[in-house]
C-alpha cells in the first residue's frame, strides 16, 4: 500500500487568547512572535517543508494582520486562503466553517491549532492515519510537568528534578481529518467536546505519538520559553521570509 500524501493543511488562528495578554492585544495569537518571527511563520515553513501545497487559515479576530503578513502563501512556498468568520464560532464551529473552504474538500487533510510550534515528520503522520484506518488521527506530545518533582528515599528528598516528562500523553492540537468528518463538527462550539468523544467512543479516533521538537504557545511565559529553546537549538526559518540582504524576519506588519 502506498503511502497517504496530504497536500493541503487548516490553520485554526480565530481565537483571541486572553491569557497572552499583553502579545495578544493587538495582534491574533498566531502573529505573536517566538524568537523574532510569528508562530505562523513556523507553521507555514514547516508545512511547505513536508510537501503540502495549499493551506487554509482561520480567521477571526485581528485577522486582517494575518493576510497582510502571510498574503497569498507565495513566499512561504504554499497558496494560502482565508475563511473569516463574521461572529466567533468556538473551535469546532470555525474549523467546520473554514473546511467547506478547503482547496480539496473532499480528501484528507492536516489541522494545526494556531499555537503550537513543531518539527514532526508530517509524512509519517499520513502514513500512520492511513494504516490505522481511523476517521481523525490526533497528535500526541509526552506531557511535561510544569513544576519541579521532588526524588523521595523514604522520607528524604534526595533533588529535584525540574519540569519532568511524564508517562502520559497530550494533545498536541495537530491532526489528520478525513473529509466525511466535517458533517460531524458543531456548527458552533468546542469539537473536543462532542464530537471527538463520539468519534472515540466508535473506535475512529487515532493517537499517534510524535517524536521530535513540539511546543504549544498558551502563556507568555511559553512565549520566552519556546523563544529560547529555539534560540538554543538554531532552528531557522525559510529563507525567503527573511528580507534580501539581511537576516531580519518579516515582522513590521
Given at each position: ?199 472515540a467512543k466508535d473506535g475512529r479516533l ?48
Open positions: 500500500m502506498s503511502g497517504l500524501l496530504v497536500k493541503q493543511a487548516l490553520i485554526l488562528a480565530g481565537g483571541q487568547a486572553t491569557r497572552m495578554r499583553p502579545y495578544t492585544e493587538d495582534a491574533p495569537k498566531a502573529m505573536v512572535p517566538v524568537a523574532g518571527s510569528p508562530i505562523i511563520s513556523y507553521q507555514l515553513g514547516w508545512l511547505a517543508e513536508h510537501r503540502v501545497k495549499s493551506v487554509t487559515i482561520s480567521g477571526g479576530y485581528k485577522h486582517a494582520m494575518i493576510e497582510e503578513y502571510v498574503g497569498d502563501g507565495s513566499r512561504f512556498g504554499v497558496d494560502v486562503c482565508y475563511a473569516i468568520e463574521d461572529e466567533p464560532l468556538g473551535r469546532g464551529g470555525g474549523l467546520k466553517f473554514a473546511a467547506r473552504r478547503l482547496a480539496s474538500p473532499d480528501v484528507p487533510f492536516f489541522v494545526l491549532n494556531g499555537d503550537v510550534i513543531t518539527t514532526f515528520s508530517l509524512a509519517d503522520f499520513a502514513n500512520y492515519h492511513q494504516e490505522h484506518e481511523g476517521s481523525v488521527t490526533v497528535a500526541l506530545s509526552p506531557y511535561r510537568s510544569n513544576w519541579g518533582v521532588a526524588e523521595l528515599d523514604g522520607d528524604r528528598i534526595r533533588g529535584f528534578v525540574q519540569s519532568p516528562e511524564l508517562p502520559y500523553w497530550i494533545n498536541a492540537g495537530i491532526y489528520v481529518f478525513n473529509a466525511d468528518v466535517v458533517g460531524l463538527l458543531p456548527d458552533k462550539g468546542d469539537h473536543e467536546d462532542s464530537t471527538f468523544p463520539q468519534l487515532i493517537g499517534y505519538r510524535l517524536s521530535g521538537y513540539w511546543r504549544g504557545i498558551d502563556t507568555v511565559k511559553d512565549v520566552m520559553e519556546a523563544s529560547a529553546e529555539i534560540q538554543d537549538s538554531g532552528v531557522r526559518l525559510p529563507a525567503e521570509i527573511y528580507r534580501p540582504g539581511t537576516q531580519d524576519p518579516v515582522t513590521d506588519h
